[in-house]
Structure formats: structure tokens, C-alpha cells
């Protein structure tokens, strides 16, 4: 039962993130605890978390080393 609980609200995160991504909310937090849940239990959605965090430290990174725009008097 432990185990279907949790693919179970591992699921229901997914779900309810993805429905965040148009409503107001937090949704890619809420997709990526719900694939943190799931990754207990699949290789796939362990390696989707993966994934997820590489393109947030690449665009953060990015973000960072971007100069800033110069002011025009």
C-alpha cells in the first residue's frame, strides 16, 4: 500500500502542477516535487528530475554571466 501511495501522489503533484502552469500557482515546483516522489520508485522520472535541474542551473548561469545593459543619458 506504501507504494501505491506514493506513485499515487507522485501522480497527483504532476497533475496539479501541470494545471498550475496556466493557473496561477507554482507549477514547475509543484512538477518537480512530483517527480521527486516518483523518482523513489522509476529510473524515468528520476532521470526527468535530472534533466529539470540541469536546465535550471544552465539558465541561472547563463542569467548571471549576461552582461548588464548599458544606460543611455
Do not use: C, D, Q
Amino acid at each position: 500500500m506504501n507504494r501505491l501511495a506514493r506513485i499515487g501522489s507522485g501522480i497527483s503533484l504532476i497533475l496539479i502542477g501541470l494545471a498550475l502552469l496556466v493557473l496561477p500557482g507554482p507549477g514547475i515546483l509543484t512538477i518537480a516535487a512530483g517527480l521527486t516522489v516518483l523518482a523513489t520508485e522509476y529510473v524515468w522520472a528520476a532521470s526527468t528530475l535530472e534533466w529539470m535541474k540541469r536546465r535550471y542551473r544552465r539558465y541561472f548561469t547563463r542569467a548571471e554571466t549576461r552582461p548588464l545593459p548599458r544606460e543611455t543619458e
